[in-house]
């Protein structure tokens, strides 16, 4: 049992929720695993040789991905904070989940990495999902303001604290995604 | 100067309702050192050797006198009634209290300041030019843009939690006054053929361990596209800068490490492509922040033979404490933060009372902070120096060094801060001591003192004409003398002469230097000219023949 903290209808009317995660990562206990004859990482994917029995949602971690491609459900990523957006390739569009890794509070390349995966570049509109030791109460605002909509808060994280600490400012200068609390903002995008 | 609006307050009093909460949760328990480290530093706050050391931000160096009046009151309420200014013009307490950090913080936004991302590894205070405004050879007012900047840095979302620290300077003028060319960014305000403004760009300067001198990325970015330019190169950076070496992390590392080519076509191909989630700059916004720095109402005055009939210390001040101003009749002045015997950048409450109400008189209630420790009234009529004088002298202010050798820069050094190798306070004083002769030191012109307690060199020591590096040997503190180094005009980095010195040698090894430099210069040539022409050669050999016979 793992609870996420996630924002659904994000925008003017935006709700937060606590559920319990539907996604299993790849190894963990009720997961998926890969069966004989998965092609090699970065090979296509041919018929047969992928996994392709429907399971539980599935977050496998970016170099085992190329895998999972023909995985009959719904399909999840772990970048780790050296992975290269762009390395997702089409798979962007596959994904229904891309999990970013804040490992600690100085880790900031997660913030780019959330950024770029919501900019029209690559158009990723399914779940963004802050996971690590560094999900915690004081980075929440501008992980929102980055694009993420659901946070696997790191242990011993204030549910109650973490709810309020997404509303924590009600002004931002430079543009980013929209978040309900920000109600003035200076500076727009093109 | 910039007034806040109903955003910029809203969002230092939200951030300082967020700090004061978070030390409510560490002084609980509930937040540990590391995660409190990561949020304190972004407030300015780091934990010293003898206390905890609060940093506060003035923007771009520059001050109303109500806002230096408030940080004498806070200086005297919850310090010990003095405060340092520092060379990103920032002004540090030494002696503040934890407990009463957020209270000093809420004081601050009373008056429109804070002490937000003047540390951590973030975009800090930004600098400019002190002659800003008034400078005869400006293209533009840097301000307005460093005020911009300060506004899209502040807490950045993507930007706030960086590989390391990055330093903005910009300037409008051809002199670079804002040591520009060390900095992470320098922007260097320029006009196109059809006259709009932009900004020809630098990139990978720094000082520190590892000093660099930045290079061109871009000869001009206009002026919309500043900010989506700086979200660019930071992108990058924060995508590739290292992380796994603290000495390694600058952006002038990798910079170096891929080379300006490679750096660039990264940053411009970011750039295209990201235009979407970019800051676009409207011009109406900018008009806004502009207005906020329209020139003061100058009188139309003559200009003045200020000196005439006036006793030769009060010539000897015009000469060295005050600067020619682009308006007939006016000058800027000087307030020497260098007298002998006090520590470089240090004042006290009291002056700073002083200095404000000096302001309100005579300088439409303004102050800046220059990068060189000293603060400056820019906008004193010629008619009302003598007075200003008078009145600085009577405070202890108007020691007439500024640009020789006694306006040195020096960090805090070991006697404050933790990072310290070696003590620059007591170095400082010998050498003030050494060269109180002030006839002496006007004879030896125009010299660039600049020292650092560590090779984190926040004393810009690299730079200086004559630098001076603390150093730890075997428990004691050394100082490594480097020589040649320059940030106004052609920027260049020192060279070490020789083997350290013991700290009671520094200020002699000085002295050898400059009658090195006496017996070798040519008609009206600088020092630092003198230094180019010879080379380090004749003083490497000065020095440590001098040092040979004497042991």
């Known amino acids: 049992m793992r609870p996420i903290l996630k924002r659904l209808d994000v925008g003017a009317n935006e709700r937060r929720e606590i559920v319990q995660d539907e996604w299993k990562y790849l190894g963990e206990e009720g997961a998926p695993v890969a069966a004989a004859g998965a092609v090699a990482p970065g090979a296509p994917a041919a018929a047969g040789a992928t996994i392709t029995a429907a399971g539980a949602a599935l977050i496998v971690p970016f170099v085992e991905l190329a895998k999972y491609r023909g995985y009959a459900g719904r399909l999840g990523v772990l970048l780790s904070p050296a992975d290269a957006v762009e390395d997702l390739g089409d798979d962007v569009k596959r994904l229904s989940l891309v999990a970013v890794t804040f490992p600690s509070a100085g880790e900031g390349r997660g913030f780019t990495q959330g950024r770029l995966l919501r900019s029209a570049r690559f158009g990723f509109e399914g779940e963004l999902r802050a996971v690590g030791a560094g999900v915690k109460q004081d980075l929440l605002f501008i992980m929102a303001r980055c694009g993420f909509d659901a946070f696997e808060l790191a242990p011993g994280q204030k549910v109650e604290e973490a709810l309020r600490a997404l509303d924590r400012y009600s002004v931002a200068y430079a543009p980013a995604e929209p978040v309900p609390s920000v109600k003035l903002q200076r500076f727009h995008a093109a | ?551």
């Open chain 2, 1 to 551: 100067m910039y007034q806040y609006d109903q955003l910029d307050q809203a969002f230092v009093d939200q951030r300082v309702a967020e700090f004061r909460d978070q030390t409510r949760r560490f002084l609980a328990g509930e937040l540990s050192e590391d995660e409190f480290k990561a949020v304190r530093l972004r407030n300015g706050l780091y934990i010293q050797r003898h206390a905890p050391m609060l940093r506060i931000a003035v923007p771009y160096g520059l001050l109303s006198s109500r806002q230096l009046r408030k940080l004498g009151e806070i200086a005297q309420r919850y310090d010990r009634g003095y405060g340092h200014f520092t060379t990103r013009t920032n002004l540090q307490l030494n002696w503040p209290k934890l407990a009463d950090v957020p209270d000093i913080l809420a004081e601050l936004a009373t008056v429109q300041m804070h002490s937000i991302q003047t540390s951590g590894n973030c975009i800090r205070n930004v600098t400019a030019d002190h002659l800003a405004g008034i400078a005869l050879d400006e293209v533009d007012d840097p301000r307005p843009y460093c005020e911009i900047i300060r506004q899209w840095a502040n807490l950045h979302p993507e930007f706030t939690y960086l590989p390391r620290k990055f330093k903005f300077a910009v300037t409008g003028s051809a002199e670079d006054r804002a040591a520009s060319e060390v900095h992470d960014i320098g922007l260097h305000l320029r006009r196109d053929a059809q006259g709009n403004i932009g900004f020809q760009v630098l990139v990978g300067g720094g000082l520190g361990r590892t000093p660099i001198i930045g290079q061109v990325i871009r000869e001009f970015v206009p002026l919309p596209d500043l900010l989506s330019y700086c979200d660019a190169i930071l992108r990058v950076y924060n995508r590739y800068g290292r992380r796994d070496n603290i000495h390694k992390a600058r952006i002038k590392i990798l910079v170096k490490a891929v080379g300006i080519a490679k750096f660039r076509d990264q940053v411009e191909t970011e750039w295209r492509a990201s235009q979407d989630i970019s800051p676009r700059l409207d011009m109406a916004e900018v008009e806004r922040i502009r207005a906020f720095f329209k020139p003061p109402a100058y009188e139309s005055l003559p200009n003045i033979e200020a000196c005439a009939g006036r006793e030769p210390e009060f010539q000897a001040w015009y000469r060295y404490n005050t600067r020619p101003h682009k308006v007939c009749g006016y000058r800027a002045a000087f307030v020497s933060l260098k007298a002998h015997g006090e520590n470089p950048g240090d004042i006290s409450s009291a002056q700073m009372a002083a200095v404000a109400d000096l302001a309100d008189r005579v300088s439409f209630g303004m102050v800046r902070v220059t990068h060189t420790q000293n603060l400056l009234l820019a906008d004193v009529k010629q008619a009302e120096l003598y007075g200003v004088w008078q009145e600085l002298r009577r405070l202890g202010l108007a020691t007439p060094n500024i640009g020789t050798l006694t306006d040195m820069i020096a960090c805090p050094g070991l006697d404050f801060c933790s990072l310290a190798n070696a003590g620059t306070l007591k170095v400082a004083h010998q050498i003030q001591k050494q060269f109180d002769d002030l006839d002496y030191l006007y004879d030896l012109g125009d010299i660039e003192i600049k020292m650092s307690g560590c090779m984190n060199g926040c004393g810009h020591h690299h730079v200086g004409h004559i630098g001076i590096l603390g150093v730890d040997k075997h428990g004691e503190e050394w100082y490594q003398i480097t020589l040649g180094g320059s940030v106004n005009g052609s920027t260049a980095l020192g060279q070490v002469i020789g083997p350290s010195v013991a700290q009671a040698d520094v200020a002699s090894t000085i002295e050898r230097i400059v009658e090195i430099y006496r017996a070798e210069r040519e008609d009206g040539e600088r020092f630092i000219e003198t230094f180019r022409r010879i080379g380090v050669k004749p003083f490497k050999e000065g020095v440590y023949a001098a040092h040979s016979e004497a042991a």
